[in-house]
């Protein structure tokens, strides 16, 4: 019965241990590689393979390099032998052992008076230091391709992470393992991987590269726009009285408050949604006071406490979001979440009122005007009224 791929693989592993049994006892390395060579290639990987059912052959052609892309997984893309460098810490500390004990005879020979054993214990010296790094170099490539495994097996199919939360999965400090990725990367272990700019975010894969450099690409927008905004605010404060000003400096403080009291509440949540309402209802309110200083004036009472009670209530919903969901936690969180309710009609009833002299001033405007019109005869009623004094 012929031998599948797996066991002829088993068969070459115990011809390789054999051989290298065989060169340690003998002392000759002359045929070791050429013998694991041998070994190696006499396996054979089929490209087709027979299956036999009920009397009929059927013969599935296996395409083994897109097969093998399917079943790689992001992180662990590369296929790596898991015991990258255990031959070369093997046959040097092997060979380092006889040198090491070779350069001591001869420079204990020298010592005594050899003059030939001098420049033989040099020579063996620095084979022996040579080995040494050679030793070296294969236990940092055993390290490291166990640290390739391990934080692929954490991993998973992710196609990036973040340093700080891989850190925290694996027990490690987030400089630890941010350098151990950048010597994975450096090493090749990893082809495809870039970081961030900060350094934070680890892409594996091209495509989350991609979505990355999208994502920079928005970010720097978003700052240019932003940057214009704050540069058109604080021109149109330049101009404002000191009551204005501080108000809009302790306002722009409180909608950061709030954007990122939203931030840390899902926004699968009621209360973000009534979060998003409330900082557009304060951003309106603010930006009616640049247009308007002397609105500031009515203000008092949502600066000095509707606003820091809101601040008061919102501090404390984040502190139960941190509870086990117990009754009177969930019992708190409702009650903030109606008093937000309120809270946003209120503000809502104050964003209104300060638009109450502007819209007397319109209709006054309004009426006024129709009124000249009218006495024109540019209007029916104006002419009506015309037509009927000329009958008189």
């Keep these: 019965m012929a031998k599948n791929i797996q066991d002829e693989l088993v068969d070459v592993g115990k011809d390789i241990l054999k051989s290298v049994s065989a060169a340690i006892d003998s002392n000759d390395y002359s045929k070791l590689a050429s013998d694991i060579t041998r070994s190696v290639k006499s396996v054979s990987i089929p490209r087709h393979t027979t299956y036999s059912s009920g009397g009929k052959g059927r013969v599935y052609r296996q395409q083994f390099n897109a097969a093998r892309i399917q079943r790689q997984i992001p992180f662990l893309q590369k296929k790596v032998n898991k015991s990258e460098g255990f031959l070369t810490v093997f046959f040097g500390t092997f060979f380092g052992a006889i040198t090491g004990v070779g350069a001591l005879l001869a420079a204990i020979a020298a010592a005594t008076g050899s003059t030939v054993a001098t420049p ?17 170099k294969g236990a940092k490539k055993q390290k490291l391709t166990k640290k390739y495994y391990d934080y692929g097996r954490v991993l998973g199919t992710v196609e990036y992470f973040d340093i700080s939360a891989l850190a925290q999965r694996c027990l490690k400090r987030d400089e630890t393992v941010l350098k151990d990725i950048k010597e994975l990367i450096k090493e090749g272990y990893l082809p495809r991987a870039r970081l961030d700019a900060t350094e934070k975010t680890c892409m594996i894969t ?16 978003r700052e240019r726009k932003e940057l ?5 605010k604080a021109r149109q404060e330049a101009g404002l009285p000191g009551t204005a000003k501080d ?3 302790d306002g722009t403080e409180y909608i950061k408050f709030v954007r990122t009291i939203n931030d840390k509440i899902p926004d699968t949540e009621e209360m973000s949604d009534k979060l998003y309402r409330l900082e557009e209802i304060m951003n309106k309110i603010f930006a009616q ?5 002397e609105s500031a004036d009515e203000l008092h009472k949502l600066m000095d406490y509707y606003l820091p ?10 502190e139960l979001e941190k509870q086990p969901d117990l009754d009177n936690v969930t019992k708190t969180k409702a009650e903030i979440s109606d008093a937000m309710d309120t809270i946003n009609e209120a503000f809502e009833n104050l964003l209104d009122s300060l638009f109450q002299d ?3 001033d319109i209709s006054s405007d309004i009426s006024v005007m129709k009124t000249m019109m009218a006495q024109d005869g540019l209007t029916a009623e104006g002419q009506g009224v015309a037509m009927q004094m000329k009958s008189e």
């Design 120 to 136: 033989i214990a040099i020579a063996l010296g620095a084979i022996f230091g040579m080995l040494c790094f050679v030793i070296h």
């Design 206 to 221: 091209d495509n989350a590269y991609q979505m990355y450099l999208g994502a920079e690409k928005d970010r720097v927008e």
């Design 228 to 232: 214009e905004e704050a540069n058109k």
């Design 247 to 249: 108000i809009l400096s």
């Design 289 to 293: 006071v640049r247009k308007n200083p």
């Design 309 to 318: 009670t809101t601040k008061k209530l919102l501090s404390a919903y984040i």
């Design 358 to 360: 502007m819209a007397w």
